[in-house]
């Protein structure tokens, strides 16, 4: 715009000064913002302008996912709109018009935005994926999307393929805690949590020979694919501007394409079993089996194994935390005699929601105040929530979840710390009980509580994620000693700003922690009890 209207003045021999020329330029902008911030109907919800032209579009690249969350803490208000470069956003605060958006799933998807970020991704052309992702209807057309939206909700709820996840996980996982020196082991502590917890989510869904068995460095191949995989999708010049994720997209596609080819994937979990047999039915090559199941161990990654860190952590932060869980954690686990004079012991996560209700607690607050995504939806036909505001089709439809998980209103004057207790509340006998008031606010406070998003996509893996979390965090509090190798008190590590497309923020950082088995559990095997929830 700038050198057209350069070229305009040279063409008729007129000479202003620049400053006149940048004020020329800038009322032109102006105009232009101001057009593009027209028309919105007066049954919308109310608009928030920027202060500045394309303010919106510099607060996102600015702030990235977190733009909307900020925007909300000072507009204050449940429903309104933004604009970004002609695009309406409608943004969601409030738990009754969210919940509204979850319970009609064909005005509000979320296929376009998983549509996109696959295509990218995988190089598949926009015809074959809306063939994936088509709904069967009445004609009963092949529909991938439903095929295995059928089969995570076989193998992902309480069952015998979700038990079987869960004992391949621990299985594991043991063998990790058994392998720490038994003098004490010193870690960057979130590097080694993520990488231990990778390997054991690894071999539960691929198996116990699965690439990250041969080659360990694949586990920061992977996240570095996680990391940049905003910026692949975008794909400019991804070779040079997401570096590390393309090289390791690269190094895991190459690694999942061996392991199919040679049959490992016959060990592998009854989830990565049917996800192949699906893919097969629908046509794919083994290279696209292949590609489809990195996506699927980065959707399995991204969020639970983060929270596994933090939730570990906020408990060693707390002097009195720890040992309270400490103490339940006891009515979970058993000693017993093996081999020549040898011991296991034995960790039962299944006993855990019975007995341990500090644990849990702790569990549903580390949700509350860290899971709290920002949730996408693409408005497909012109729609009335709540009898009150319109949505007008090819909008795209933001749900900061930070707001309603951490609005005082819902959760009391504390809503923005964390309090392990939050969720705990029993009489004097034990038992919870709550008072006519007190279960409103539940009320309130569940509609307000969506760390795993809602309505018909609703994560299919948050009952696998709450195993691993809890195993992971029950046995390294029960096993272990964690101290800070400097001797200060630990402490819990800065956040990193949350990725786009991320639920949980990563560590800005790490900390050298020193690890140590317990002294009255040196020389015991570490295990964990397996089998279905009783």
Known sequence: MASTIMDLVRDNDVEFPPLIVCGIIAGVVFACWQFLFTGLDPREPPEVRSSIPFGHLFGMLWYKAEYVTVLSRKVKQPIYTIRILGTRMYILCSPEFIQRTFANPKAFTFEPFVSTAVRRLLNISESDMKILLQEPGPEKLPSYAQDIHDLEHSTLTPGAALSQLNDAFQTRLAKSFNEIDIEGTTVNFHSWSRDVVTQA????????????????TLIKALWDFETDIVLLILRILPSLTARRGYVGR??????????????????????????????????????????????????????????SFWMLSYILADPQLSPSVRGELKAIVTMKEEGEGGKVLTLDPRMIREHCPILISTWEEMLRFTSQPTLGRYVTTDTVVNNEYLLKAGSVVQIPTGITQSNPSYWGPDSSSFNARRF????????????????????????????FGGGKNLCPGRHAAANETLSFVAMMIYAFTIENKDGKPFKVIETAPRAAGASVPKAEGDVEVVIRRRDDLRGVRLAFAGGEER
């Open 201 to 216: 989510a690894c071999a539960a869904i691929l198996g116990p020979d699965n690439p990250y068995e041969d080659d360990p």
């Open 424 to 451: 705990f509340k029993t009489d004097k006998d034990g038992k919870e009980k709550a008072s006519r008031d007190e279960r409103e606010q539940e009320k309130l406070q569940r509609r307000a509580y969506t760390p």
């Open 250 to 307: 690269a190094r895991l596609r190459s690694a999942y394409l061996s392991y199919h080819l040679a049959g490992l994937w016959k060990q592998g979990s009854p989830l990565l079993r049917g996800m192949r047999e699906i893919g097969k039915k629908h046509g794919f090559s083994e290279t696209q089996i292949a590609e489809w199941d990195v996506l699927f161990t980065i959707a399995a990654v991204t969020n639970a194994i983060p929270i």
